[in-house]
């Protein structure tokens, strides 16, 4: 039966080619390239940061702001792993902006780059409590503090932190998008697990 959790498809993808390349970073002359299997332990050892040192509970809410492509597709997948619910955020959008996606959310934690860290705090410092308490983790020190599982390549369970956590079901909620707020308070709109997955699908199929 067709999966309804795009994470059981890339883990999937990683068992069977780990070697293969699965994402492509070019900055100028500049190219990273990551394989399946990097993508997945990477972003296995950041959920299991998230979830044991940073706290995230099952169905929390996570910022994600990363300037590098490897470092959105490998947050993205670490807070699904960890049956959390993404919440991208622009770097360059206002306080006022970033504020209102982390309220309205009720975002537990944000996920960035390190050299994000300051500036987003420094951003939601003006905001007042509870935002300026927002716990702030970065990529590298997730990746760093999660180390590394042999299990998180090939069968098993999608959940970074054991069996007692049941990977993300296709009802569950997988990221939210929010308007731009042109007309008014920038609103939610929330994406399925199932839903990804069928975009991610049918893209693939226009493109075979």
């Given amino acids: 039966m067709e999966t309804e959790c795009i994470l059981q498809a890339i883990r999937a993808q990683a068992a069977a080619q780990p ?11 500049a190219r990273l390239s990551y394989s399946y299997g990097r993508l997945i ?24 702001l990363s300037d590098e492509a490897p470092g959105v597709v490998i947050g993205f997948l670490a807070i699904a792993m960890a049956c959390g619910v993404v919440v991208p955020l622009d770097p360059g959008a206002p306080e006022a ?17 390190a050299s994000w860290v300051a500036p987003i705090r420094s951003k939601l ?18 990746l760093a ?11 098993g369970s999608c959940s ?14 997988c990221h939210l998008i929010y308007t731009s707020g042109s007309t008014g308070r920038p609103k939610a709109v929330a994406v399925r697990h199932a839903a990804l997955h069928a975009y991610c699908a049918a893209k693939l199929r226009a493109h075979a």
Avoid at 19 to 29: E, N, S
Avoid at 145 to 153: H, K
Avoid at 160 to 173: F, H, I, N, R, T
């Fill in 97 to 113: 902006r970033l504020a209102a996606l982390l309220e309205d959310s009720a975002a537990s934690l944000v996920l960035c780059d």
């Fill in 145 to 155: 503090g999660g180390g590394e599982s042999g299990s998180a390549v090939g069968g």
């Fill in 160 to 173: 970074a932190v054991g069996d007692e956590w049941s990977p993300p079901s296709g009802s569950s909620l």
């Fill in 125 to 142: 410092r003006s905001a007042g409590e509870p935002l300026s308490m927002l716990h702030m983790v970065a990529l590298e020190t997730a």
């Fill in 41 to 64: 332990r990477d972003a296995y050892a950041t959920a299991r940061h998230l979830r044991s040192s940073a706290g995230l509970a099952k169905d929390g809410v996570v910022g994600l």
């Fill in 19 to 29: 070697d293969a390349p699965a994402v492509l970073h070019v900055d100028g002359a």
